[in-house]
C-alpha cells in the first residue's frame, strides 16, 4: 500500500467530502454508511458536526482532533 495523504479537502454536503490526495486522485467520500457502522463516530450523525472538519496534516479530523479516518482508508473505500 502507497503512503498517502490528504492535501485538500471539500465539504460537498451531507455526509460527503471531496477528497485530494498527495498522488493526485480526488474523490468524493461518503461517510454515511461509516458514520452508521462505527459507533464512535456517533458524533458526526449531526451534519453541522460532520461537516466543521479540518486537516491535520495527514487527513482529515473531527472534533478537535478526536475522530479521524486513516487516509489509506479514505483512498480504498
Known sequence: MELV????ARYVGGYSLELTFS??????????DYIASHPLFAAL????????????????????GKLDIAPEYLLQA
Open 5 to 8: 495523504w490528504i492535501t485538500d
Open 23 to 32: 498522488n493526485g486522485k480526488v474523490k468524493v467520500f461518503d461517510a454515511k
Open 45 to 64: 450523525k449531526d451534519q453541522q458536526t460532520f461537516s466543521r472538519f479540518e486537516l491535520d496534516g495527514w487527513t482529515v479530523s473531527w472534533l478537535n
